[in-house]
């Protein structure tokens, strides 16, 4: 560890590190940029492999239709389509079986329909896929091209053998341009995948194959795939549809890149495809050598750093070091190496270094003598400093001791005068409470008087509703009596009314009863009502006296509270005034003695950096 706190190691490191850091930035830009060269190389390459079996496909389908066309223009058939007779049609027939033996490498049948697409004969004896076309879209095509020709874009599996076929139309045409019938052509689409496609070897994982318009793969090396979908025939026919060329990374047993390209005569896709491990194998392969040349790059520059820093940097630092070591135990006779004090050295770090260093020693010696001479000086004046202040320090005691007594006796004056005022004004304060609770007290007997004048005036109002009820009363009474009478009058009919008279008459002397008593309650309430409301009336003119006579005693009091306040603060401040001089006699006594302190550390310091000064070798 501690190795690695020198320069002889953070030297090295720091340079290594730093092109170890432009190395790996140069390594990740080449890497970068020969990875993106490659993989555009390389799919470059996978799309002109696409590309040229793409016009292989369409020249042979081309060729194919050609061959189609010009076999459409036999004598036979058009005499067949003229003139149908037994004799036509067997020369027409005998026409289609030489042409499919002679052509037998990739002609399966061939075949002569009408222009309504009805099957008239065919070189395989009624073998033929379809008896009438007209519903397939090869028909659509063909009319639509005038009758000239189409070409299947789906491969069928013959009647004949059980092989794949694909469907090629030609027209019949007349001598005056008109079409006559229809040859269709089966070609042997077995022959043509197995002789261009089943000996194709791209890579180890490499493959090719066409896609038709619904996904499937129409022409794959290995036979068994044909006509079967997969997951790149989907990605393929998904690409294609937005573009006519172009590439794409897609999942099927493994990543894998694919190549596409639109063929320009059938709506078919050529594809070509690779693990992406096989693809980039280039790429990574270039990657593992610049890593492994830049590590070995690396190693070298390592030694050749590590070699001249040592050589060159680490030993001349390794020598002023030492030089300094020395320097610090308080040897001042070293020097720099004296070969760095030459003329070849004069702009060179190490020669710069090494005339400041003689340069430093030189200084550090006359300062050492100038500080010698400077500690005997300091120390002779700190033992005169610290007899004087012995003598100042002896008369700032007597001093200090004087104000003591004074404040002393000022702290006690205080504090009886404190203590008078203090109370003086708790008498001041009780005297307010006083005065105070005798105000209410002389509010709540006035609110009382006024609550009992207003009872008292209740009390009246009530008595005229009694007198109000009893006369009612009375009125009721003499109507239940009017009523008895006509009751009476009445006889057995007004029997139950008379009862009833009876009973208002009943209740209405019960209520003159209650009315007279309730009458005497009343009048006694008002006759004790007006002696309670006398005296409180008399209640409120003692209290009034006494607030009276209690104002003056707390105006008094007042007078002597701050008066005695007032004296308590004047002392205050004279008791504050002499604790201030006492407190800077105190401070000046220790200032002093601080200051005698410090002459005498004055002069063990001068003695200390007398000794201290003595460690150094001149």
Same mark, same amino acid.
């Given at each position: 560890m501690k190795f690695m706190q020198t320069l002889k190691f953070k030297m090295p490191f720091t340079i290594i590190s730093s092109v170890a850091v432009m190395l790996l930035i140069l390594m990740i830009v080449i890497i970068s940029a020969s990875a993106v060269f490659i993989e555009r190389t390389a799919l470059r390459g996978f799309q002109e492999t696409a590309d040229g079996y793409?016009?292989?496909?369409?020249?042979?389908?081309?060729?194919?239709?050609?061959?189609?066309?010009?076999?459409?223009? %036999?004598?036979?058939?058009?005499?067949?389509?003229?003139?149908?007779?037994?004799? *036509?049609?067997?020369?027409?027939?005998?026409?289609?079986?030489?042409?499919?033996? %002679?052509?037998?490498?990739?002609? !399966?049948?061939?075949?002569?329909?009408?222009?309504n697409g009805n099957l008239l004969t065919d070189s395989s004896s009624?073998?033929?896929?379809? *008896?009438?076309?007209?519903?397939?879209?090869?028909?659509?095509?063909?009319?639509?091209?005038?009758?000239?020709?189409?070409?299947?874009?789906e491969i069928e599996v013959s009647p004949i053998n059980q092989e794949y076929v694909i469907s090629i139309l030609a027209g019949v045409i007349d001598y005056t341009g008109k079409p006559a019938g229809v040859l269709a052509a089966e070609l042997k689409w077995n022959n043509f995948a197995k002789k261009y496609f089943s000996e194709i070897t791209i890579?180890? *994982?490499?493959?090719?194959? /066409?896609?038709?318009?619904?996904?499937?793969?129409?022409a794959h090396k290995d036979v068994e795939k044909i006509n079967t979908i997969s997951e790149g025939s989907r990605n393929a026919l998904q690409a294609a549809s937005t573009h006519k060329k172009g590439s794409l990374h897609y999942e099927d047993d493994g990543e894998k890149v694919m190549v596409f !390209?639109?063929?320009?005569?059938?709506?078919?896709?050529?594809?070509?495809?690779m693990l992406d491990s096989e693809f980039y194998s280039d790429r990574n392969t270039l990657i593992m050598i610049t890593i492994i040349l830049s590590i070995l790059l690396l190693f070298i520059t390592s030694f050749i750093v590590v070699l001249y820093v040592n050589k060159n940097i680490s030993g001349v630092l390794s020598r002023i070091a030492n030089d300094l070591n020395r320097l610090g135990n308080g040897d001042l006779t070293v020097s720099a190496p004296s070969?760095?004090?030459?003329?070849?050295?004069?702009?060179?770090?190490?020669?710069?270094?090494?005339?400041?260093?003689?340069?430093?020693?030189?200084?550090?010696?006359?300062?050492?003598?100038n500080i010698i001479d400077s500690s005997n000086n300091i120390e002779l004046t700190s033992k005169e400093l610290e007899s004087g202040n012995n003598d100042l320090a002896l008369r700032t005691q007597s001093q200090s001791s004087s104000l003591e007594e004074t404040a002393s006796s000022m702290e006690q004056m205080s504090s009886n005068i404190k203590n008078s005022a203090e109370k003086s004004v708790i008498g001041?304060?009780?005297?307010?409470?006083?005065?105070?609770?005798?105000?209410?007290?002389?509010?709540?007997?006035? !609110?009382?008087?006024?609550?009992?004048?207003?009872?008292?005036?209740?009390?009246?109002k009530i008595t005229n509703i009694t007198k109000l009820i009893e006369d009612i009363a009375f009125q009721t009474n003499i109507l239940a009596l009017n009523a008895s009478v006509e009751a009476a009058r009445a006889g057995e009919q007004g029997r139950g009314f008379s009862v009833v008279a009876s009973e208002v008459r009943t209740l209405?002397?019960?209520?003159?009863?209650? /009315?007279?008593?309730?009458?005497?309650?009343?009048?006694?309430?008002?006759?004790?009502?007006?002696?309670? *409301?006398?005296?409180?009336?008399?209640?409120?003119?003692?209290?009034?006296?006494?607030?009276?006579?209690i104002e003056n005693t707390a105006s008094i009091m007042k007078d002597i509270s701050t008066t005695a306040v007032e004296q308590q603060s004047g002392v205050e401040q004279v008791n504050q005034a002499v604790l201030k001089m006492d407190a800077s006699t105190q401070e000046n006594a220790s200032? /002093?003695?601080?200051?005698?302190?410090?002459?005498?550390?004055?002069?063990?310091?001068?003695?200390?950096?007398?000794?201290?000064?003595?460690?150094?070798?001149?």
């Open positions: 793409r016009d292989l496909v369409s020249v042979w389908l081309n060729d194919q239709k050609d061959l189609t066309s010009v076999i459409a223009k %036999e004598s036979e058939f058009l005499d067949y389509f003229k003139n149908p007779n037994d004799l *036509t049609f067997i020369i027409a027939k005998t026409e289609l079986e030489e042409l499919v033996q %002679e052509l037998g490498t990739y002609v !399966s049948s061939l075949s002569l329909y009408d222009l009624g073998s033929t896929i379809q *008896t009438n076309i007209s519903d397939r879209s090869l028909w659509e095509r063909f009319i639509n091209t005038g009758y000239q020709y189409s070409i299947d874009d890579g180890k *994982t490499g493959n090719i194959y /066409v896609v038709d318009e619904d996904g499937k793969r129409v !390209s639109r063929l320009e005569n059938i709506d078919w896709i050529m594809c070509v495809t070969k760095f004090l030459t003329n070849k050295y004069k702009n060179h770090e190490f020669g710069i270094i090494a005339n400041g260093f003689n340069n430093t020693i030189e200084k550090l010696k006359n300062i050492v003598t001041n304060n009780m005297m307010n409470d006083s005065k105070r609770s005798v105000e209410e007290a002389g509010l709540i007997i006035d !609110s009382t008087t006024k609550s009992m004048e207003m009872v008292f005036e209740a009390s009246r209405a002397q019960n209520t003159q009863t209650s /009315v007279k008593d309730i009458t005497a309650l009343i009048a006694d309430s008002d006759e004790k009502i007006k002696i309670a *409301t006398e005296a409180a009336r008399k209640s409120q003119e003692i209290f009034t006296d006494i607030k009276d006579k200032l /002093v003695e601080q200051s005698k302190e410090a002459s005498i550390t004055l002069s063990s310091e001068a003695q200390k950096l007398i000794d201290a000064v003595s460690y150094f070798k001149l």
